[in-house]
């Protein structure tokens, strides 16, 4: 028997239980991982309180990054082996599998080898952040030297993965932060240039930095009506990615600002990169080769143990934190 976490209706934190099961066998294609650390994203806090983009089939685990060792394989996978330190990538439904958990079974397409100088805690704040802004930024933005890139909710670890990878092309990162009690943080972490949206007047800023070319790509996890805001900031021609919804509010386009600029504003996930088989090796390729040469470098804001999971919930949704939440697992 082993310790996983489950929720049996949706809500707060609190709806978070630890209940003793037996995890198996994995069948195949699949492995089973002795979890060593898992990485909290925001998707999981939207999966449990019932906002995600599929709804939980309660009884529900959840949970789908971080980095353990295997201890056993399943039949037809290959490459492979028991004893193997992996991490566990963010490339499934967590209806099917979940990894919050002492051990758990997860597909082996989902694992890789845990990138080499990298502990555990470290290889479970790489995966989800480093791969989605990638997706964004360079297979569908391509973004480049010289360009300049807009980077709301700068300190998650998303948006910190962002700022790594802009700069690691040569392009201009600008992270918006709420105020400036993170700017100095955000400075150290690479960024380029650091505005601080309550504080400051954001678009022109933005156009200053810029010599008024504006900002050719907004990487956004907000959502709502600041996009208004946001669009007023960008180049012509230019792209918002909306990639997450913060703000719980309605989207709109910003019709007029979009057509007079020929902008273009798109949903975006991280599946658009794991659904595709040559995608996904081309994003894993780049972040093994940046956390190598040392441009990419995750950020951990915090440890828990595991049996203060509910507490790590509720520090994700408080907006302290600055990068990666890490889950510890005896």
Do not use: C
């Not at 060792?69 to 963010?90: N, T």
């Not at 979940?98 to 470290?122: C, M, N």
């Amino acid at each position: 028997m082993v310790k996983v976490v489950k929720f049996h209706e949706t809500g707060g934190p609190e709806v978070l239980k630890f209940e003793d099961t037996e995890v198996g066998e994995p069948g195949e294609g699949e492995l089973r991982v002795k979890v060593e650390a898992i990485g909290l994203n925001r998707a999981e806090a939207m999966f449990r309180s019932g906002a995600y983009l599929e709804d939980p089939k309660l009884p529900a685990g959840l949970g789908y990054e971080g980095a353990g060792i295997v201890d056993a394989v399943g039949d037809g996978v290959e490459g492979i082996a028991e004893g193997d330190a992996v991490s566990v990538i963010p490339a499934f439904s967590m209806n099917d599998y979940s990894f919050y958990a002492e051990r758990a079974i997860v597909p082996a397409h989902a694992v890789t080898p845990r990138p080499k100088g990298l502990d555990a805690i470290q290889a479970s704040a790489v995966w989800m952040p480093y791969l989605t802004a990638f997706g964004a930024l360079i297979e569908i933005g391509g973004l480049s030297q010289g360009e300049a890139v807009l980077i709301p909710a700068a300190s998650s670890s998303v948006g910190l993965a962002a700022i790594d990878i802009a700069n690691s092309v040569g392009a201009t990162s600008i992270a918006a932060t709420r105020t400036s009690a993170k700017a100095d943080d955000l400075k150290a972490a690479g960024a380029a240039h650091v505005i601080a949206t309550e504080e400051q007047d954001m678009p022109a800023e933005v156009m200053r930095i810029t010599n008024d070319a504006g900002a050719r790509m907004v990487f956004d996890p907000v959502a709502g009506p600041g996009v208004k805001t946001l669009t007023e900031a960008m180049a012509k021609g230019g792209t918002l990615f909306v990639y997450g919804a913060l703000s719980g509010e309605p989207t709109p386009f910003p019709l007029i600002t979009g057509m007079n600029k020929a902008l273009t504003m798109r949903g975006y996930t991280l599946f658009e990169i794991i659904g595709d088989g040559q995608r996904f090796a081309r994003g894993k390729r780049f972040v093994t080769e940046g956390l190598e040469s040392g441009d990419l470098k995750p950020t951990v804001a915090r440890t828990f143990a595991f049996n203060e999971m509910v507490e790590a919930h509720k520090y994700m949704e408080s907006n302290q934190q600055f990068g990666k939440i890490v889950v510890t697992v005896p």
